[in-house]
């Protein structure tokens, strides 16, 4: 999906499968009570306007002749990091149910901050910092209830 | 409720009074700063730190809980506008506009524009408050559920004018959005809907998690492929907006005040939605509407306004009816019970000198927010000059938290993960993200009214055309929608194409 062309056509199918999926699952609602408003009435009606949208983009951008317009992928380098620090943001969540919030906000600022920025010092200043912040802030004056680390379960 | 000039003044009196006056300061700088963590919106602000208030005699306590509110009311906008996560939906159109003012090294003026707006729109939604309360009251008590659907229909008409020259692209992500907020539980049956046997997604698809993925990770994702070192692009940085900023944002703050206003006058219509309908307004009278997008100052003095207004316009049902229209002022109300205190009309009969001190401490918040937060405009802009390879990771972890903070559940940040993803992707294939935020925020309320004025009407959809206020709504919209589709059709060019307006 070089092109922004192509790039439309393979969105407008893949949105009306996601239609075609939502109106199938939403036959399988029953009305129960003899509401006015059946159940299935809104997926099925938003799931047919995702279909008919997404055909309608496919078709225009299949018609189309005008100038091509490419979609600005990154470069090798910049799929990298994007894979990096996505992977890295998933790490984060499962270390989180771990090691609580604190400490997994450190390691994943450290890790992250010095793989973009190359400079370990910064990265561990910063990553201690927010780890604490976090900690006072957000855990114990607010009190919110973040999963604790496996050290208090 | 009636105005009385006496009763206004000793509110004056007792609100001035210098433990009143030093609650009141408390309550906004607290409120100002959780405002600004996203994911906590001001109802979450005031039920965390309402433990804080038990302390207090119930008139300090109350005033400290609506500064509590303003509070979060005015911080909410700064993390919009500096890093591109809106905290809760009403800072969405903030951020459309407050973030490319932030890319322009002109975060300063839009924070400071945002402060200003929010203090003329709350105090002239106030002097509405204390003046025409009575009438107002009995104005919102003219909507039922067809008028709410007629009005979130309308709203829903937004999408065309949202889309810019990208239609297609916006109605998708319209109807995405439709979607999105189908998912879980049917709010009139409770039965299950569109969940596939997943037990997570029984409680549906947060539109938080939503907005917090498509604007703050996704934006992330789109820096780091880029391996962006700042995320203003000029060297130049403006700290203060000029003269001529706030000049020029006059007429935004105003009417913004007037849509914010008598819409939050109406129970249950959130601010989320009143910021939108401000910010398309201003939009369509603008003579640079092209500018709405790409960095337009009023595109951020609009929302803020309409969001401090449809604050004071909430109160209004509060104190007259005992009726909260929205989350934040039905733990407001909780509040109010927990000192004994029944809004309605009997409170201004039995305790008028309470009710006053709390409608004049509210003026006096307004004027400590924006004493507040104009000095810290300079701080906060300052974010912007973070970095990116630091504040990149600093931008996901408190998205993180913030989606997390939303329900205290990890699928919700699973939810923001996934759609940072989305957001990634429609930036690159150019798809408006400003429509699917819109649909996902209006669906529930449109679903609800439209099940109720259904059984109302026995089935018949002719109820939306028979009702005048509805009918007149249901007109706008279709004359809205019309209009939408003439000039795309007159003037637009293959949209698939197309630079999107995001």
Redesign the interface.
Known sequence: MTT??S??IV?GLF?AV??VI?VI??FD?KS??G???P?RT??VS??L??VI??I??SV??YF?K????L????DR???V??VV??LS??G??IL??FLS?AVA?LV??VF??YY??RKLV?ALC?GVF?ALL?EVV?VRM??????PGFWVR | MSFSWDLLIQGFGSALGPANLFWAFIGCLIGTL?GVLPG?GPSSAIA?LVPITTALSPTAAIIMMAAIYYGAMYGGSTTAIVVNIPGEASSVPTALDGYELAKQGRAGPALAIAAISSFVAGTLSLIGLTFFAPVLSDFALLFGPPEYFALMFLGLSLVISLSGQAL??G??GA??G??IS?VGQ?P??G?A??T?GVPDLMAGINFISVIIGLFA?GE??FN????MTLIFEKKKIDWMPTIADIRRCWGAMFRSTFVGFFMGLLPGCAPAVTTFVAYDLERRVSKHPEEFGKGALEGVAAPEGANNATCSGGFVPLFAFGLPTGPALAVLLGGFMMYGLQPGPLLFKQQPEFVWAVIASMYIGNVMCLILNLPLVGMWARIAVI????L???I??FS??GA??IR?L?FD??TA?VF??VGYLMR???FPMAPMVLASVLAQML?TS??QS??IS??SLSIFFTRPIAAGFMVLAFLSIIRGFWVQIKYGR?E??EESDD
């Open positions: 922004q062309r790039a439309d969105t949105l996601i239609g939502v699952a939403a609602l129960a009570f509401e006015r408003l159940p809104l997926p938003m799931g306007g995702t949208t997404g309608l983009l225009r951008a189309y005008g100038d091509e317009l979609v600005d992928w990154p380098a910049g799929w990091r994007l620090t996505f943001l998933v984060y969540l989180i149910e919030v906000s994943f600022s992250l901050i973009l920025d910064r910063v927010t976090i957000f607010l009190q919110l209830s973040f999963p | 959780v906590i965390i297609l692209k109605m998708i109807f995405l439709l979607l189908l049917n009139v049956t039965a809907r569109l596939f990770l992330v994702f780091v492929e880029k391996k970095p990116f390879p630091i990149g990771p600093l996901i972890i993180v938290i997390y903070s205290f990890m940040v699973w993960l940072g993803v690159k294939f150019r679903e439209l099940s259904l059984v026995r089935g293959p698939a194409l």
